[in-house]
């Protein structure tokens, strides 16, 4: 068991230079086409829960660990499915800036700008120009699913990763979601191999979704101008 942990411990650790190298190589491409810009801004975000993730084990913190890692599986599974869409649907480009604005426009809307004026002039003009683009119906499903036309479980399905969305996502969401007060409070030597099995699928599930992000930006990376 401790080989394990010490081989997937290595392999996080090579995942996370990996990243930084890749992330920097992107950087350095002048296209800044819309892939280009996404691929990059995955492979930071990839690295840093990597890292971050690294850090929280290295430390006991494995419930903190694994909400991360539910966050790099869904960030491997929306990647998955944004390849497939742009094969499909090249509005696709259009709708993820959209969509992310929109969001922003809600968080801020709900936050009031914490209280001081919005910084910026044409922010409410800029917000209805996006919406003008889309139907009524077009903006629902964008409120409800971003820039995607499925729900993350579907998304799972069609891009081959149920097992990972069940096995691993569904498992960690409960750290989220609900307060397992006996998960915690255990203690002893049957809690230890809880413990230490959780481990081991944490790491696994981090360290695949990791190699599976950097090839597939590497693969995009080899198709940029």
């Not at 991360?68 to 649907?89: F, G, H, M, P, S």
């Amino acid at each position: 068991m401790r080989k394990d942990f010490n081989k997937n411990i290595r392999s996080l650790k090579k995942l996370i230079t990996s990243g930084v190298k890749l992330s920097s190589a992107l950087q350095k491409i002048e296209s800044q086409s819309f892939l280009d810009l996404y691929t990059y801004s995955v492979v930071l975000k990839t690295t840093n829960l990597l890292y971050s993730i690294n850090l929280l084990i290295s430390v006991g913190q494995i419930l903190p660990a694994q909400i991360l890692a539910r966050v790099l599986i869904e960030t491997k599974i929306n990647l998955d499915y944004l390849i497939l869409l742009l094969a499909e649907d090249s509005k696709v480009t259009e709708r993820i800036p959209d969509a992310a604005m929109l969001h922003k426009n809600k968080l801020v809307m709900a936050a009031g700008w914490g209280g001081h004026k919005s910084p910026f002039k044409n922010w409410n003009k800029i917000i209805e120009e996006i919406k003008s683009k889309y139907s009524k119906e077009e903006l629902k499903k964008i409120k409800k699913l971003g820039y995607f036309d499925c729900d993350l479980e579907k998304r799972a399905k069609k891009t081959k990763n149920a097992e990972l969305y069940n096995h691993g996502y569904r498992q960690y969401s409960q750290n989220i979601h609900n307060f397992d007060m006996h998960e915690i409070l255990e203690e002893g030597e049957n809690n230890y191999y809880y413990q230490a099995s959780r481990l081991g699928a944490l790491l696994e599930a981090a360290n695949k979704c990791g190699k599976a992000i950097l090839a597939t930006a590497k693969e995009v990376k080899k198709n940029l101008p």
